[in-house]
């Protein structure tokens, strides 16, 4: 079997880091990611939400550099996540990130999240396995 998925977005609101009872941070993405299309004459346009897990390292630094409106390419794998509530099962799909690219906004300048006098800036890409 073969579960891959590749997104290119950008983020709805900044990454949300919390951490396990182990101490592994944990990074919640949330993705916008358009598709376009042509429908008879007309261009239309659908926005998917995805929500995005990053672990380790790599969480840490999403946290640190990207914020709300961040370009990113995850490559990860998808997964479906369930549980009850109220009684109810509940179920959602989401990506577990293998790697996060941090993506320049148009016209050449880095999305970074940090200023100027920082003597470095993000990595070009990272990678970090989820812990289990």
């Known amino acids: 079997?073969?579960?891959k998925i590749i997104l290119i977005g950008n983020l709805?609101?900044?990454?949300?880091?919390?951490y396990t009872p182990q101490g592994t941070p944990v990074a919640v993405?949330?993705?916008?990611?358009?598709?376009r299309y042509?429908?008879?004459?007309?261009?239309?346009?659908?926005?998917?939400f995805i929500?995005?897990?990053v672990f380790g390292k790599q969480a840490e630094t999403c946290s640190k550099y990207l914020n709300k409106?961040?370009?990113?390419?995850?490559?990860?794998?998808l997964q479906e996540r369930r549980w009850e509530s109220n009684?109810?099962?509940?179920?959602?799909?989401?990506?577990?990130?293998?790697?996060?690219r941090f993506?320049?906004?148009?016209?050449?300048?880095?999305?970074?999240?940090?200023s100027s006098d920082d003597d470095i800036g993000p990595p070009e890409e990272t990678t970090d396995l989820e812990p289990f």
């Open 1 to 3: 079997m073969y579960n």
């Open 12 to 18: 709805t609101k900044d990454p949300e880091l919390r």
């Open 29 to 35: 993405l949330r993705l916008a990611v358009n598709h």
């Open 38 to 48: 042509k429908q008879a004459d007309d261009m239309k346009q659908e926005t998917m």
């Open 51 to 53: 929500d995005n897990v």
């Open 69 to 77: 409106g961040s370009s990113v390419l995850v490559e990860g794998r």
């Open 87 to 100: 009684g109810q099962q509940k179920s959602k799909f989401e990506v577990v990130a293998q790697s996060v």
């Open 103 to 114: 993506l320049s906004k148009k016209g050449g300048s880095q999305e970074s999240g940090f």
